[in-house]
């Protein structure tokens, strides 16, 4: 059965059986690794080496998936304005760290029947916090489940 070899730098050794390439791998004192089953291809490396790597591009995969997390803040619609000022720095802060921002306004009970004075509270929290051109409104402030919700993208 021939099989194709590649080198432990990535070059091709060429198409050869696969008795010759376990000698190979032994005379180098690596480990003969198949690569892709369906087109017999195998890679002479050092099986720790290469566990190690695969490691590492899992770990980095992972990492680049957590960047594209979304952080919530959430107000009431009696919430006072230190408290507001206070959320506000903080949602500053998630999109100065490059984070894509939701800003959530809870309406309780009957609360529901002011909802025009929560969208124009609303508005007034998304321009005090994107004030400086730090963030675009990907979503405007839209009533759904009883609550106000908007979408802020930092712009980098």
Known sequence: ???????????????????????IAANEKKSLVLVNAKANVYRICDIGKLRYEQKQKEKDQRAQKRTHKIKEVRFGLTTEQHDIDIKVRRIR??????????????????????????IEKMKRIIEESISGGIANVDKGPIFENRAITAYLNPTK
């Open 93 to 118: 802060g998630f999109l100065e760290e490059g984070f894509k921002t939701k800003v959530t306004m809870r309406l309780h009970g009957r609360q529901e029947t002011l909802r025009d004075s929560g």
């Open 1 to 23: 059965m021939n099989v194709l070899v590649i080198g432990e730098n990535g070059d091709k050794l060429g198409e050869m059986t696969l008795e010759k390439a376990k000698q």
